[in-house]
């Protein structure tokens, strides 16, 4: 079935600096991913859609300066996490489906700014 | 995409058959119950999804009711490493932007032993 790798799955950071956070699609390319983030006994929260070749479509609420995504290859989409805060520290999760599959996604990376 | 309401927690024991159950009294015609799960600090797993027949695979059954407005997602014989968060998951089965899933807060299920 299809494989979705997230890397690092997890990161400590500085307040202040940027951790950029890889997604890729191991067998399949996938021209959409999704980037979630889940706060601790909270339900995942969709971020972004990240698109291949173009810009990505953010969520309500969600900064698009602080959350940068790069999609540029079918099998790669990258988030950025800018000038990280405390307050950004989250479990980040992304997803992709290949064709009419379900939806599948990685093993999530988790955040924490000191 | 159509409501769902889970009961937030459910207990089962290691060995016997988990029931987990869905209402979604809203859906429509064209959309699909999708079935996830999240183990503790993972991401979220696929488990099974159907329109309107029972569909059964190697980790769980689905049934769905003859209206549609309910599901029950069965572990035939839960184990301890079943223990996670279960969402129940309602859309139209779709390709590219349209294709998230937007997830409620599903049944936390507890295998004991």
């Known amino acids: 079935g299809a494989v979705v790798s997230q890397h690092p799955s997890r990161v400590i950071c500085k307040s202040g600096t940027s951790v950029k956070i890889e997604c890729r699609s191991l067998d399949f390319q996938a021209t959409t991913m999704f980037w979630y983030r889940q706060f601790p006994k909270q339900s995942l929260m969709l971020m972004a859609t990240?698109?291949?070749?173009?810009?990505?479509?953010?969520e309500q609420g969600v900064e698009k300066d602080k959350f940068l995504i790069n999609h540029a290859s079918l099998t790669l989409s990258t988030l950025t996490v800018t000038s990280a805060h405390p307050e950004d520290s989250s479990f980040y999760i992304c997803s992709a489906k290949q064709g009419n599959s379900p939806l599948h996604f990685g093993n999530g990376t988790r955040l924490t700014v000191t | 995409d159509a409501k769902t309401t889970q009961p937030p927690s459910m207990d089962c024991a290691e060995g016997r058959a988990a029931n987990l159950p869905c209402n979604h009294s809203?859906?429509?015609?064209?959309?699909?119950v999708y079935w996830y799960r999240q183990i503790h600090s993972q991401g979220p797993q696929y488990i099974i999804h159907g329109l309107k027949n029972n569909e059964t695979n190697e980790m769980a059954s689905l049934i769905i009711t003859e209206d549609r407005k309910s599901s029950t997602l069965i572990l035939p014989h839960a184990t301890l490493r079943d223990t996670a968060v279960y969402y129940c998951?309602?859309?139209?089965?779709?390709?590219?932007?349209?294709?998230?899933?937007?997830f409620g807060t599903g049944t936390r299920l507890q295998v004991t032993l």
């Open positions: 998951i309602v859309r139209v089965a779709t390709t590219g932007t349209a294709s998230k899933l937007t």
């Open positions: 990240s698109n291949e070749g173009s810009k990505a479509t953010y």
């Open positions: 809203t859906i429509s015609g064209n959309e699909y």
